[in-house]
């Protein structure tokens, strides 16, 4: 095989082999790192415990209310949502944290396809951590997440992972442009959301000037009408996926616009030489 | 060398970079063509490795154009499939192993047969006994040739290394030199070189570019510069410019 001139690389430069290229090195990290696939599954296993707990505590004291089954119904979909978020902006951490972001942006990556990678990997997490909670829900307290809301769970998730990805990227580009001090975001920035997000209670208790603020919160459209199937017999919530979907579209439009700028002001800036430091 | 002159691999031209009133690299101007080593001299702040990153598309220049194979790497991402890049300040992810960062940038570049490229890679630059080891547990020496390693998957045209043996000892270096050099030769790329070490210039460059300042001061083979200097070696033309403004 080696010898001489040695074996000559078969290049054939694609999108698709980049894409993978960013998932692959972070199959890799969880394969090597028992401590990620602890965290993948640690916060779901117990977030769901404890909330179950509450659940059954709720049920005893009022057997007719359906109040604990719609607490478990909204942390396994806000679970989703942070979950995706994460995985896009901690993956820009992980080869922050490794000094590898000027290997990674000497190559002819696309900003888009290491946002893709990064996505196509959170979707692997996210599942994951679905699973186990909606397992967990189900088995031990009695909550069957999938039957109860049916297939409305399909848009209705679809909807919150688009705005976990978009908050996600918006995450990475304020990594990105305030650098390694602002790593904090990748976990902070997603909660500032839930308290717009109508993920517990409904809207209607927001003072007026959060309600203001929350409609423009995709998340809270989606929890409203997911509650109203948990909560009643409520079908398919087509004004509110309606207006969720349509405020998806500003926030990956808005996330994908300042990534952009980011990684423009980085690059004029030589902001981007800090990350091999 | 043929009478048709083939277009350079890389050109350079007006290159400059300001970042408010401080100029950083100064209307630099060179091109490094089909096959030749060539380095970039010059002390700590001289603008070296923001030429680098500019012609890497990770800077963007304040003026002036760079074209590696007649492309633009600033607005056309496609430019760096032909470039292979290495630094002494990077690292590779640490919990992987060599041979699993290898496949990453493998597919990052679109090296179909990786798996012989690497193992032959791996081969040549006698790392096979660490292919399968953390890269977290490399010497420092080892970890460059991983690192050279990947920056060779793709049989580059152009080669940019960035003080690639500057964290290295004397006998690390000298190694790391003579296994680059070799794979140059074999696979006959086009190097972009920086480094503070004078014999690694001497050693591996056909021509030497003096930059200080932000601005190109002195350019030549080492026997051009060795008769305008009066000097003996690169390092005597090295102090001579580093400390003399009136030489320029």
Known sequence: MAGGAGVRPDVRPSSWGRISAVMLRQMYLYKRTLHRWLEAVYWPVLDITLWGLLSTYIADTDPSSRIGFGLLGALISWDILFRAQQSVSVGFLEDMWSRNVLNVWSTPIRAWEYVGGTVLVGIVRVTLGAVIAIAIAGFAFGFNFVVEVGLPLIPCLLALLLMGWAVGVATTAAILRLGQGAEELAWALGFLFQPFSAVFYPVDVLPSWMRGIAFFVPASHVFEGMRAILLGDAGLPV?????????????????????SWSLRQVRERGLLSRFGE | ??????????????????????????????????????????????????????????????????????????????????????????????????????????????????????????????????????????????????????????????????????????????????????????????????????????????????????????????????ARFGASGLEEVFLTIARNEEVI
């Open chain 1, 239 to 259: 004004r509110e996926l309606a207006w969720a979907f349509a405020i998806d579209l500003l926030y990956i439009a808005g996330a994908a616009w300042v990534f």
């Open chain 2, 1 to 226: 060398m043929s009478d048709v002159e083939e277009p350079p691999v890389l050109q350079v031209e007006g290159l400059t970079k300001r970042y408010g009133d401080l100029t950083v690299v100064d209307d630099v101007t060179f091109s490094v063509r089909a096959g030749e080593t060539v380095g970039i001299l010059g002390p700590n702040g001289a603008g070296k490795t923001t030429t680098i990153h500019m012609i890497l598309g990770l800077v963007t220049p304040t003026a002036g154009t760079v074209r590696i194979l007649g492309r633009d790497p600033h607005h056309d991402r496609g430019a760096l499939e032909q470039v292979g890049f290495t630094a002494t300040y990077v690292s590779l992810p640490q919990t992987l192993t060599v041979r699993e960062n290898l496949r990453v940038f493998a597919r990052m570049y679109g090296v179909r047969n990786a798996e012989d490229r690497i193992a032959d890679l791996v081969e040549r630059l006698k790392i096979t006994h660490l292919a399968d080891r953390p890269t977290r547990h490399l010497s420092s020496g080892q970890a460059t040739m991983a690192h050279v390693a990947k920056s060779l998957l793709a049989s580059p045209r152009l080669l940019l290394l960035d003080e690639p043996t500057a964290s290295l000892d004397p006998d690390a270096a000298d190694r790391a030199r003579q296994q680059i050099k070799r794979i140059v030769a074999e696979e006959g790329l086009t190097q972009l070189i920086t480094s503070h070490n004078m014999k690694e210039v001497e050693e591996m460059c056909d021509r030497t570019l003096f930059i200080r300042d932000g601005r190109i001061v002195a350019q030549g083979t080492p026997a051009e510069l060795y």
